[in-house]
């Protein structure tokens, strides 16, 4: 009797796991289908942002190089008049421009290589969603004559996807980031270097 008890029951675990076999590729599916849709969408908004503080910083470094064209001008009618104090501040802004272009420079290059990648890896996502999409048709249209095995195929191809991130993280808004790019403080020192190389450069 508790042989075939026991029989019954191993019979009925073999029946549910047949039944948790042909309905689990449903679920999988349509679940590993969100996934990509909620990640495509995350990386398109990353990827706008990016693009806007591309396009702040270009015109961050067109307005410095326009203050720099200014600042030369007035530069060489100080030293010429014998105006060295204004000639120094003149000299710490330009000190000043020039520690902010080179970290905008670096920014540009950071934002480049995020922005590569992440349109890439936007481009592999995509190609996938449609795939899944197709497969999630196909499980469709042969669900009810198929057996465990061909229907087991379509859902296992898609368990473990996983979104990731770019190089650690968004983009905590454009315009911040921007904004933040100050350099640090430019010395008396390094002031009256920039001085004398100025007029040993004219003097020359």
Do not use: W, Y
Not at 162 to 185: E, H, K, M, Q, S
């Amino acid at each position: 009797m508790a042989v075939m008890t026991r029989l019954s029951r191993l019979i009925q675990a073999d029946l549910h796991a047949l039944l948790d076999r042909l309905e689990a590729p449903d679920i999988v599916l349509a679940q590993s289908l969100r996934d990509m849709a909620d990640s495509i969408e995350r990386d398109e908004r990353l990827l706008a942002e990016l693009r806007r503080e591309h396009a702040q910083i270009g015109r961050r470094r067109q307005a410095l190089a326009q203050q720099a064209s200014r600042s030369a001008d007035e530069l060489t009618l100080c030293l010429d008049s014998g105006e060295d104090d204004l000639a120094r501040a003149l000299l710490r802004r330009r000190l000043k421009r020039e520690r902010i272009e080179r970290l905008l420079a670096q920014r540009l290059s950071e934002l480049d290589s995020r922005g590569a990648a992440l349109a890439e890896r936007l481009d592999t996502h995509r190609s996938r969603l449609g795939e899944l999409r197709a497969e999630a048709q196909a499980l469709a249209g042969v669900r009810a004559g198929a057996d465990a095995d061909a229907v087991e195929g379509p859902a296992s191809a898609c368990v473990g996807f996983n979104g990731g991130g770019v190089n650690g993280g968004g983009v905590n808004g454009a315009a911040g980031v921007v904004a933040g790019l100050t350099g640090a403080p430019v010395s008396d020192d390094e002031v009256e270097i920039a001085l004398l190389a100025e007029k040993r450069r004219r003097a020359s």
